[in-house]
């Protein structure tokens, strides 16, 4: 069978003698190219977010600041005299107490925080400097259950072991700023707890005989007293040391 050579400057002069067919084949050439560059580029991408993944993580591993530094930086700001304890007798104890000391007006009254670096959970506490007698469980029980349901920040609680009041909230520093507004917003919100507790302490207190039976109280009306303090618990208050 004969042979037939197409010699290669004649093709071009068809192709480009045809602007179609001309057009068609450059637009190819260029697509293929500009594919292999595509696929290029997402290789060099890859490779690049990895290692700067890596980077930032074995940063953020080797700058990450333990919770309770940060939050007794945060005091040190604030000029607040602080306590610390822990509670784990290992080298590196994972449980931090910060204890402060307020006072507001008459009232007197100890800020807790509790820090646990391995779960990153950190609880606030408002405690009353006077615990509940045994006359008066059933009573402050009823009072401050009836006053929780109307918090919706945070809680009032009694420690049935030693009669002891205080207010609490609680934060996820792991999803949480520890800034210094998200700390006074929560600071504050424990002083505002710790005076409703203070005040509902005062108003159990004050009735000389309870009964000790705590359904004796299920229908008692709330003190209005109480009721304006529920009401307005949350609004932005001076903080004291």
């Known amino acids: ?82 306590e610390a304890r822990s509670n784990d007798g290992t080298i590196t104890p994972q449980i931090h107490h910060l204890i402060i000391l307020f006072s507001y007006t008459k009232y007197q009254w100890s800020c807790v925080f509790r820090i646990n670096e391995t779960s990153q959970l950190v609880s606030i506490f408002g405690i009353l400097p006077e615990v509940v007698p045994d006359s008066h469980f059933a009573m402050m029980l009823m009072a401050i259950a009836k006053a929780n349901l109307s918090i919706p920040f945070g809680s009032i609680e009694l420690d049935p072991t030693d009669g002891e009041v205080h207010a609490k909230v609680s934060l996820d520093a792991e999803f949480t700023p520890l800034s210094d507004n998200a700390l006074g917003v929560h ?50 208050t001076d903080q004291y040391q």
């Open 1 to 82: 069978m004969p042979k037939f050579y197409i010699d290669k400057n004649l093709a071009i002069s068809i192709l480009k003698s045809h602007p179609t067919i001309y057009l068609f084949n450059e637009f190819i050439t260029v697509m293929k190219l500009l594919k292999k560059l595509k696929s290029l580029l997402k290789r060099a991408d890859a490779k690049r977010s990895n290692k700067n993944a890596q980077s930032i993580t074995e940063h953020q591993s080797d700058t990450k600041q333990p919770i309770t530094d940060h939050i007794i930086q945060y005091l040190k700001r604030h000029g607040w005299q602080y």
């Open 187 to 236: 600071l504050q919100g424990v002083a505002s707890l710790t005076e409703l507790a203070q005040r509902l302490y005062d108003d159990v207190l004050y009735e000389a005989d309870p009964s000790p039976i705590i359904t004796d109280y299920l229908q008692h009306p709330t003190d209005a007293h109480t009721k304006d303090l529920l009401d307005q618990y949350f609004e932005p």
